[in-house]
């Protein structure tokens, strides 16, 4: 089946660590974006990509980044500069329709 | 830039209808689309209006007034499995679709 595929469901950092937060597909969907999610605050979007090797900054960019070296794979690390990780973060990509975007599980990150 | 707006929270009874409203302001518009998610899980596509009017799918409806800049998500005859968030989306005015989010509306259902 196609989809997408985010790992760890659960990940626990220590203050000034980075992290990666791995979001793989097999839609064969060019475009992939990273939301992050906090109680009542909707999906806010951090990062996409439309075309391999490339990558924009969306309206939370600021503690975080990405790279897009393969079209399946849309990693994000969340870095010690981001004050306040803690989070539900999630993956999605479109296809060429662009009408429906597609979601992984998310990854529940804790700063401990 | 894009906003949107949809209530916080919205409650009712089972074999209700309930109608969860969206407003939009956009500089450019391609379409309104709805997702459903569940607590702790991914949100899942519904449904997609890219012109005015209807669009039925069992139990649950969409609507889009592109002149009101103005849509709504019907569900009927609610079940307890309705109990979720429901986020209004539109596409990004550059062309491309970069999916924008409303701040989502709790739909609590009670017996």
């Known amino acids: 089946d196609g989809g997408i595929t985010q790992s760890p469901k659960y990940l626990f950092r220590k203050e000034g660590q980075n992290v990666t937060l791995s979001c793989e597909q097999n839609l064969n969907h060019d475009a992939m974006y990273w939301y992050r999610q906090d109680p009542g605050q909707g999906l806010r979007l951090i990062y996409y990509s439309q075309i391999v090797n490339d990558f924009q900054k969306g309206d939370i960019a600021e503690g975080y980044s990405v790279s897009r070296e393969k079209k399946e794979s849309f990693p994000l690390t969340v870095t010690s500069a981001q004050k306040n990780p803690t989070a539900f973060y999630l993956c999605a990509s479109t296809g060429t329709e662009n009408t429906e975007a597609f979601f992984g599980q998310g990854t529940r990150l804790t700063v401990v | 830039g894009q906003s949107l707006e949809q209530p916080s929270e919205v409650t009712a009874v089972e074999g209700a209808i309930v109608q969860i409203n969206c407003t939009y302001q956009t500089s450019g518009f391609y379409g309104l689309s709805w997702y459903q998610q569940h607590d702790g899980g991914a949100p899942t596509f519904l449904s997609y209006?890219?012109?005015?009017g209807l669009e039925e799918t069992g139990r649950f409806s969409s609507f889009l007034s592109r002149s009101d800049s103005y849509g709504y998500l019907l569900l009927q005859e609610l079940q307890m499995k309705d109990s979720a968030s429901y986020f209004c989306?539109?596409?990004?005015?550059?062309?491309?679709?970069?999916?924008?989010f409303g701040r989502g509306t709790s739909l609590i259902v009670h017996p």
């Open positions: 209006n890219a012109l005015d």
């Open positions: 989306a539109v596409r990004d005015d550059g062309g491309s679709y970069i999916p924008t």
